[in-house]
Structure formats: structure tokens, C-alpha cells
């Protein structure tokens, strides 16, 4: 079986306002736990800042299966460039 994540894009590049929904073919209730800590039964994850996760997904069965996930921001941040002329 597998596990599909659709995530989000973050607003901002230090913003916690991505988000992932999860889909999986394991026999409910699945129960996921992501590397940054967090666990549960919900297939839809708020809050997140943007980076790269992975999510465990372990079934009523015992069968398990992962997917690494990137939470990308939606805006690059700016990085001007100043000049200084002098007269």
C-alpha cells in the first residue's frame, strides 16, 4: 500500500501556514507520525513551516509506509542589492 501527500506552500518564508493532506490504501485507522514530532489519525496537517518531512504511515494492520514531503514557500524571500555611489 502507499502513502500520497499533497502539501501546501507556506505563505511566507518563515511562516507556519503550509499544509499537507495525506491519502492511503492501508486499512483504517491509520496513524501518522511525522519526523518533527507530532503523531495522530488526522490526514490533514496545519501549521507547518516550510522544510522537509517525513511521514510514517502504520495501518490497523501493522503495515507500514513513508513519504518525504517538502513544505515550499510561496514567496522568495527578497535579497536586494544596494548600491553605493559615491560623488
Known amino acids: 500500500w502507499s502513502v ?3 502539501p501546501i506552500s507556506a505563505r ?12 492511503t490504501q492501508g486499512k ?3 496513524m501518522y507520525e ?6 495522530g489519525r488526522g490526514n490533514h496537517r496545519k ?3 516550510p522544510g ?3 511521514v510514517v ?12 514531503i517538502e513544505v515550499k514557500s510561496d ?3 527578497m535579497n536586494p542589492q544596494v548600491r553605493i555611489r559615491s560623488t
Do not use: H
Not at 34 to 39: A, E, Q, R, V
Not at 57 to 68: K, V
Open 47 to 49: 501549521n507547518m513551516r
Open 12 to 23: 511566507c518564508p518563515n511562516d507556519a501556514t503550509g499544509e499537507v493532506y495525506l491519502a
Open 52 to 54: 522537509k518531512y517525513r
Open 4 to 6: 500520497t501527500a499533497l
Open 57 to 68: 504511515a502504520t495501518d490497523a494492520l501493522g503495515a507500514s509506509n513513508y513519504e518525504d
Open 75 to 77: 514567496v522568495t524571500p
Open 34 to 39: 511525522w519526523s518533527d514530532g507530532p503523531t
Open 28 to 30: 483504517q485507522p491509520v
